[in-house]
């Protein structure tokens, strides 16, 4: 008895106050005395084996997330600056950054930059919110239906190897040149990237929880709301994040071919009207918006997304 | 202190019934039989270890008994409506804070909504986590998991509470104080226990019924009631020495299989 005591107390530690354990020992019923016993070795054992995690100080994010991209983009205007001043090309195929810049300004000047990107953020998002629509219905099929995986999953996988460019020509003359067509060829490109990952997501999911979700009496349409789409989010939400950059890309392509007045300008449809004038700073101008818009939903909207889901499983500090 | 039970005495009130029960995996001539003519009864409120070496089906057994599986033949009776079960692993959904989880199986239980969190506080009080409501699962250690667990099978409100060898995967130290929760836990709720092991003193420590099971196929080799006091410790003497017993017994058992 006197040994469990010495061990408590050690084990225990600052957790408990040492007067507690001390009452606790001094109590004549032997019963008592082991119950206490027994919550003071485990909560003592609770302290020993929680971690505290630290949050990293915001002076080492900047130096080791920050710093780096900044350094490199540096690098490549520095690059391209020196490229530009040794005459490598002549001025009207090489442009300076500063000639892009006063471009950029331009642009902005007349005004126009923010409703061309508007009215392709907005065909982008719609396209993409679409394919969500169809993409999770068709990889939750996928996913739990053995026949049809077997009749769709290798065409659902063989559909994300073509490059969506391909499809523009089939859908120009489908739809001619209409919102149509867009749409049509961002569908193409996400859908599968978006079931896709889905069916990913439910394959990783791991047999225990499904056990443990069964023996809980979480079955048919509850099992799949429960247990099944939560454990299968982190999957999920890649899969949808992959399904942002095919809808963009897509995009592009589609606006890029299917050019005409009709449609409203688009970032695709400024990049064709800046090669028609050979407007270089104007073409590498556009292509750094379309960069822009692409990583910038990533990084403001699915990346949050992502690290708050993947950091509330426990999955993301072993990885800092 | 210890008495061998050569004839399973009739029970009339019972909480687990198997009757003649037989499993085989594969089919007709080339079937594998796995659990061999069980008949096993545990009464309302009775801890009973089943103890084997590999290959003797444990695992196979309480599956027949949660429900995920169905036996080959004979009969397996549940009067009170499901088994709670509990894995090695903590099974914890990740997604979920530790009373959240818990919540869930309140609510798949049909537990009101405005009941669930009430509820969840009083179960995580009795496995002695009362502060870890909002606690993520991998901020817990391996030891409170399990707990967590527990307060989660217990949840179920079951009568019968199934544990495959929960405390399989846990440290020594940690065990030991798992084996006297539970112990407080089960004289508190008046549950009856099912428990796996493959663990002899873990066995004896725990359970009114040592019921030892041979190897492939499983076949109920011999049982012992174990009538020592509780609370028991595992390193006494008393356990001790019918752990020689039933370890001896088990050790013929695997004997057995030696291929001459």
Not at chain 1, 101 to 117: A, F, K, M, Y
Request: charged share 15%.
């Amino acid at each position: 008895m006197s040994s469990t005591e010495l061990t408590s107390t050690e084990l225990t530690g600052a957790a408990v106050e040492p007067a507690e354990t001390k009452a606790a020992s001094a109590s004549a019923n032997a019963a008592a005395d082991s119950a206490s016993d027994v919550s003071d070795i485990s909560a003592g054992l609770d302290a020993l084996e929680t971690q505290t995690v630290e949050r990293t100080p915001l002076l080492r994010v900047f130096t080791s997330k920050v710093l780096p991209p900044l350094i490199a983009i540096a690098l490549v205007l520095a690059v391209w600056q020196f490229a530009y001043s040794a005459h490598l090309k002549r001025p009207d195929l090489l442009p300076s950054p500063l000639d892009v810049w006063n471009s950029l300004h331009d642009q902005w000047l007349q005004g126009t930059i923010l409703s061309v990107i508007w009215t392709s953020l907005s065909r982008g998002v719609l396209g993409f919110l679409i394919s969500v629509l169809i993409g999770t219905p068709i990889g939750l099929l996928v996913a739990r239906v053995k026949p049809v995986r077997a009749a769709i999953g290798p065409i659902l996988s063989g559909l994300q190897s073509i490059p969506s460019v391909a499809w523009v020509p089939a859908a120009v003359i489908w739809f001619g040149l209409s919102n149509a067509t867009i749409y049509a060829v961002v569908l193409l490109g996400a859908v599968p990237s978006i079931a896709n990952g889905l069916v990913a997501g439910v394959d990783q999911v791991q047999p225990i929880y499904l056990r443990a979700g069964r023996t809980l009496g979480a079955t048919g349409l509850r099992g799949i709301r429960h247990v099944l789409l939560p454990a299968a989010l982190p999957g999920y939400v890649a899969g949808l994040k992959q399904g942002w950059a095919f809808s963009w890309r897509s995009l592009m392509a589609a606006e890029l071919i299917a050019s005409s007045p009709a449609l409203g300008l688009g970032l695709g449809a400024q990049l064709e009207f800046s090669r028609e004038n050979l407007d270089m700073p104007g073409v590498l101008a556009t292509i750094i918006l379309i960069l822009l818009v692409g990583i910038g939903i990533e990084l403001l909207i699915f990346n949050p997304i992502e690290r708050y889901v993947l950091r509330t499983r426990g999955l993301l500090t072993a990885r800092r | 202190m210890t008495a061998l039970l050569t004839e399973a005495t009739p029970v009339v009130d019972t909480a687990v019934r198997l009757d003649h029960v037989t499993k085989s995996f594969g089919r007709a001539a080339a079937a594998h039989v796995v659990l061999d003519d069980i008949t096993l009864n545990v009464a309302p409120g009775e801890f009973v270890c089943l103890l084997g070496a590999s290959g003797c089906g444990k695992s196979t057994l309480l599956n027949l008994v949660a429900g995920l599986d169905q036996p080959t033949s004979g009969t397996i009776d549940v009067p009170g409506g499901r088994a709670a079960l509990m894995f090695q692993e903590h099974a914890l959904f990740p997604w979920l804070t530790a009373g959240q989880n818990i919540e869930l199986a309140l609510r798949l239980r049909g537990v009101p909504r405005g009941e669930r969190r009430a509820e969840a506080q009083r179960l995580l009080e009795l496995v002695r986590l009362g502060g870890a409501h909002g606690k993520r699962v991998h901020e817990l250690s391996g030891g409170m998991r399990q707990r967590v667990a527990m307060a989660r099978a217990l949840a179920q409100d079951a009568q019968v509470l199934l544990m495959d060898e929960p405390f399989a995967a846990l440290d020594a130290i940690t065990r030991d104080v798992l084996h006297e929760e539970l112990i407080q836990i089960w004289q508190e709720t008046n549950v009856s226990v099912l428990f796996v092991t493959h663990n002899v003193r873990e066995a004896v420590r725990l359970a009114q019924r040592v019921v030892l099971l041979s190897s492939r196929p499983g076949r109920i080799a011999q049982e012992w009631a174990i009538d020592l006091p509780q609370p028991r410790r595992i390193e006494s003497a008393g356990v001790a020495d019918l752990a020689v017993e039933i370890t001896d017994k088990l050790r013929g058992e695997i004997r057995r299989h030696v291929q001459h």
